[in-house]
């Protein structure tokens, strides 16, 4: 993972507890401005490191975008195809001896993958029986999000994200 080291427990690190051990430094209504307030702390030279972020009250939230037909499942299934297909279609377009066997290769690579794709979307649907017509995108949100630091360094970050709110 990106950024990620190895620290000992308890360091803020992979396997630290501070969700449960930490205090609470500052709380906010919206991830960006905890973001912010760590940020901030970084800026100032403090060990970000032994800091957390932890959203707190969290749910899960569907919306849902549309109704979900026969045609829709079979219409995105070969929208996702045509990219496969294209994608397989350039591949072995690789070793074609000529050009017009270059086009011919990518054409039909991008006719099968809307055709499986199709298929694919069309059956899938089917196989739920009706059970979820609709198609939507789901995320969890909190209600607030601490910053939470090591209980030792607590004092010095709530007198510099003091500073920040000023």
Do not use: C
């Not at 994608?87 to 070793?95: A, E, H, N, P, S």
């Not at 059970?131 to 970050?157: H, K, N």
């Amino acid at each position: 993972m990106f950024g990620q080291q190895n620290l000992p427990p308890g360091a803020g690190g992979p396997g630290s507890d501070l969700a449960n051990t930490g205090t609470v430094i500052a709380s906010y209504t919206n991830y960006a401005g905890a973001q912010r307030a760590v940020d901030y702390l970084s800026d100032h030279e403090f060990p970000v490191e032994n800091t957390a972020i932890v959203g707190a009250d969290l749910r899960m939230v569907e919306n849902v975008l549309g109704r979900l037909t026969a045609g829709k499942a079979a219409a995105s299934g070969a929208a996702s195809g045509a990219w496969f297909g294209l994608m397989i279609g350039l591949f072995l377009g690789i070793f074609a001896v000529r050009a017009h066997g270059w086009l011919w290769l990518v054409l039909m690579g991008l006719v099968w993958g809307i055709a499986a794709g199709a298929l694919f979307g069309w059956l899938g649907y089917k196989a739920l029986g009706g059970r979820r017509d609709f198609v939507s995108t789901s995320q969890i949100v909190a209600s607030r999000y601490d910053v939470v630091v090591r209980p030792d360094l607590a004092e010095r970050a709530r007198n510099m994200v003091g500073r920040l709110d000023l």
